[in-house]
């Protein structure tokens, strides 16, 4: 899959997943995005077809639910420490691979959050909502 780690998450974490998975990450700071608009951030992500990886998800969930709006996905974590962020992505991206085919994790990720608490309770949902 391909992942774009806000600049809320640890650049750290998104060298972990660059260096030692088969995914692409990439770090807000890796392209000159450091400080960019939220707006800014979803649209890199919708254009390269990147899932999201945010601590910031008030802001992040109000600009993806949009109805017209089609995004590549969402994931969002908690403000903790590198160390935690890892395996919360990590526990995101299970719950991804348990819930979407195997060869299409990327395209069930369109339109859907999945959130991890600070426990590593993993949920997911439709955003925006189906019917809205």
């Not at 692409?24 to 392209?31: F, G, N, S």
């Not at 998800?57 to 908690?78: E, N, S, W, Y």
């Not at 890892?86 to 999945?114: C, F, G, Y």
Request: aromatic share 6%; charged share 20%.
């Amino acid at each position: 899959m391909n992942l774009f780690f806000d600049e809320c998450v640890s650049a750290g974490a998104a060298v972990h997943f660059r260096d030692t998975t088969d995914h692409a990450a990439c770090h807000t700071r890796d392209i000159n995005m450091s400080g960019a608009p939220d707006t800014e951030v979803l649209a890199y992500c919708i254009a390269f077809d990147h899932i999201l990886i945010t601590v910031n998800g008030k802001d992040f969930r109000k600009l993806c639910a949009t109805p017209d709006q089609m995004h590549p996905g969402l994931i969002i974590v908690p403000s903790v420490s590198k160390a935690r962020q890892i395996l919360l992505i990590e526990a995101a991206l299970a719950l991804i691979s348990q819930e979407a085919p195997p060869e299409t994790p990327q395209d069930w990720m369109v339109n859907r959050v999945v959130e991890v608490d600070a426990q590593g309770a993993v949920t997911h949902a439709q955003l925006p909502k189906l019917g809205s």
